[in-house]
């Protein structure tokens, strides 16, 4: 009986690996269920609402389970949900022992959060060829990534003291804004507008908004929508750093 | 020519860009960065077509989610690891610059055609996928239930 529970909880688990990673809900429900009947249970009903989990599932000996999950921190992370997707696959051909399925959770949950140096380059890498892309020099596209590496430090600096998401992205989009106008005023860049615009890309919360429509379409209201409103405050919170330091320069682009 | 080359590389760079900070690897990130090519040259095309910048966000969005969701089956991926890196070229991030900057400046008349063009992009790319996901979904389903005669 107790064996049930663990079970139940692991299952849990990796439905919240999933969620935090950036899954759609849809996804996260299916895999709990799935991994929930494959090992004995009849039914399984599993509600996920962007922050919270429930999972009430009834196992073949007729004990009825219900346990509860509060999901708070996301990062999307694409190498985990492809991690829990394998495991549940595996799981659903032939269920793993709770001890070796506890686990492989564990090795999922403790792989370190993405090599820092490999987030650096990607910095590098998205800001610097947007700014070209929406057409911009090569000399923007340095200043772009110089300003990116600013955007790096503080998104670290506000992950440390637990800054609110909105705030960070306020703050990061004014000094990103401002920084990228120092470079312009110092001769490296050249137009204002590409550096921002190249920076914005790392800010713009692209997944976000693709995660909670199609969690719509699946059926998901609820936790579409607030995706949705969550990325607009987003969208709402760049421009409006933005526009707090293009009051003061003027922002000539 | 060169400019639109220039841009389909970029596109591309960006894309891996994206999938390395949602810490892909390997063979994908290959996937993810031709796909991000993929993306803007169906833009581009649409755009030669058309010319309706929105009108061709919308058929890029509709393309490049249908490939996603073939190449997620085929890889044994889920789909949103691969859509998103693929239509990151897509994202609107000059026009919400401009809009903002249209409406700092006090140019009521910019701010509204920028910002009804971000929401015109915006909805394309949605009604794109939103369209794709249905369709497979519907095709999968009809797939299974002619299996299952």
């Known amino acids: 009986m107790e064996q049930n529970e663990q079970i139940l909880s692991c299952i849990l688990d990796a439905g919240e690996l999933l969620l935090t990673a950036g899954a759609e809900v849809g996804r996260v429900e299916d895999t709990m269920a799935r991994m929930a009947r494959s090992y004995g249970f009849e039914r399984a009903d599993v509600l996920t609402i962007t922050a919270s989990m429930v999972v009430t599932a009834r196992h073949r000996s007729g004990e009825i389970l219900t346990q509860t999950r509060r999901v708070t921190r996301r990062e999307t ?11 549940s696959r595996a799981v659903c051909a032939a269920p793993l022992p709770l001890e070796q399925l506890r686990a492989r959770i564990q090795q999922i949950a403790d792989a370190p959060n993405g090599q820092s140096w490999t987030t650096v380059l990607a910095y590098l890498l998205v800001a610097g060829s947007f700014a070209m892309f929406f057409g911009g020099s090569v000399r923007d596209g340095i200043a772009a990534m110089i300003c990116s590496m600013l955007l790096y430090v503080l998104g670290r600096a506000g992950a440390l003291v637990q800054l609110q998401p909105i705030v960070l992205t306020i703050v990061q989009s004014a000094s990103m804004c401002l920084t990228a106008w120092l470079m312009v005023q110092i001769g490296l860049g050249q137009a204002l507008d ?56 003027g922002g000539g682009a | 020519m060169t400019e639109m080359v220039l841009q389909l590389i970029l596109g ?64 044994k991926t889920p789909v949103i690891t691969l859509l998103v890196p ?29 910002g009804n063009l971000v929401l015109g992009e915006a909805g394309a790319i949605s009604f794109g996928i939103i369209l794709v996901t249905c369709l497979v979904q519907t095709v999968l389903k009809i797939l299974a239930l002619r299996k299952s005669k």
Not at chain 1, 224 to 238: M, Q, S
Not at chain 2, 98 to 111: K, P, S
Request: glycine share 12%; net charge negative; proline share 2%.
């Open chain 2, 86 to 114: 693929m239509l990151v070229p897509l994202v609107p991030g000059g026009d919400l610059y401009y809009t903002t900057l249209a409406l700092v400046q006090g140019d009521v008349e910019r701010f509204a055609d920028y």
């Open chain 2, 12 to 75: 591309g760079m960006g894309a891996v860009g994206f999938s390395l900070l949602f810490h892909m690897s390997g063979g994908k990130l290959v996937v993810a960065g031709l796909g991000g090519v993929a993306n803007w040259a169906l833009y581009l095309l649409a755009q030669h077509f058309y010319d309706d910048r929105v009108l061709a966000f919308f058929l890029a969005a509709l393309g490049t989610a249908l490939l996603a969701e073939v190449l997620a089956r085929v890889m």
């Open chain 1, 194 to 249: 590409k550096i921002v615009i190249g920076n914005i890309m790392l800010l713009i919360p692209g997944i976000a908004l693709v995660t909670s429509l199609r969690d719509m379409i699946g059926g998901d209201t609820i936790s579409g929508l607030l995706g949705a409103f969550e990325a607009l405050l987003r969208a709402v919170a760049i421009a409006a750093g933005c526009a707090l330091v293009l009051m003061q320069v």
């Open chain 1, 77 to 87: 992370d694409m190498r985990r949900i492809d991690q829990v997707n394998a495991l």
